[in-house]
T-cell receptor, first 113, second 113 residues
Framework: SAVISQKPSRDICQRGTSLTIQCQVD?????MFWYRQQPGQSLTLIAT?????????ESGFVIDKFPISRPNLTFSTLTVSNMSPEDSSIYLC??????????FGPGTRLTVT | AQSVTQPDIHITVSEGASLELRCNYSYGATPYLFWYVQSPGQGLQLLLK??????LVQGIKGFEAEFKRSQSSFNLRKPSVHWSDAAEYFCAAGPNAGNMLTFGGGTRLMVKP
């Protein structure tokens, strides 16, 4: 298994600002992902965080809005840029182990006012 | 397009009763299948997975799931529900190992005393 921590756990931000969310895994993993869970909704994949290269974004998500870094095999960040109230969501980081199980962090609850 | 469907948005069962949560998938080939549970304010916890082999898989917390290729289903079951099982349950699928997951819409389970 993998234990994943995220910081911050929650934040309230003003419109137009940016927030960077950190994700730390307790072991080296090949694959890391970022998901969004809007209030009362299911999870939607934002992007795959690739170590040492640009992230792979899903349809509807762009790098300028959600820049992602992954400097090593245990750490990744997601920035939510130029925020609007529509960005209010829970953002979850996940990591896939060598046994192809995907584990999730506790999430970052973001409220944009 | 690949998709995962959970037909039941809400389910209420009495404590001690049996439970079955439905999940159907639409993929070109047999996907990798997962069930997760999300308690209020918490991240997602992996209950069980199916990759291949025995179509009845056992998970944590007394849960099991059965893969039925002919019905494109992967239903989650528990013989006797406990009040602590009240949570949101998500079925997820990936096209193969090492890939991101597509999530169903979730089923909210409520347990009556």
């Amino acid at each position: 298994s993998a234990v994943i921590s995220q910081k911050p756990s929650r934040d309230i931000c003003q419109r137009g600002t940016s927030l960077t969310i950190q994700c730390q895994v307790d072991s080296q993993v090949t694959m890391m992902f970022w998901y969004r869970q809007q209030p009362g909704q299911s999870l939607t994949l934002i992007a795959t965080a690739n170590q040492g290269s640009e992230a792979t974004y899903e349809s509807g998500f762009v790098i300028d809005k959600f820049p992602i870094s992954r400097p090593n095999l245990t750490f990744s960040t997601l920035t939510v840029s130029n925020m609007s109230p529509e960005d209010s969501s829970i953002y979850l980081c996940s990591a896939q182990t060598d046994s192809y199980e995907q584990y999730f962090g506790p999430g970052t609850r973001l409220t944009v006012t | 397009a690949q998709s995962v469907t959970q037909p039941d948005i809400h389910i209420t069962v009495s404590e001690g009763a049996s439970l079955e949560l439905r999940c159907n998938y639409s993929y070109g080939a047999t996907p990798y299948l997962f069930w997760y549970v999300q308690s209020p304010g918490q991240g997602l916890q992996l209950l069980l997975k199916y990759f291949s082999g025995d179509t009845l898989v056992q998970g944590i917390k007394g849960f099991e799931a059965e893969f039925k290729r002919s019905q494109s289903s992967f239903n989650l079951r528990k013989p006797s529900v406990h009040w602590s099982d009240a949570a949101e349950y998500f079925c997820a699928a990936g096209p193969n190992a090492g890939n991101m997951l597509t999530f169903g819409g979730g089923t909210r389970l409520m347990v009556k005393p």
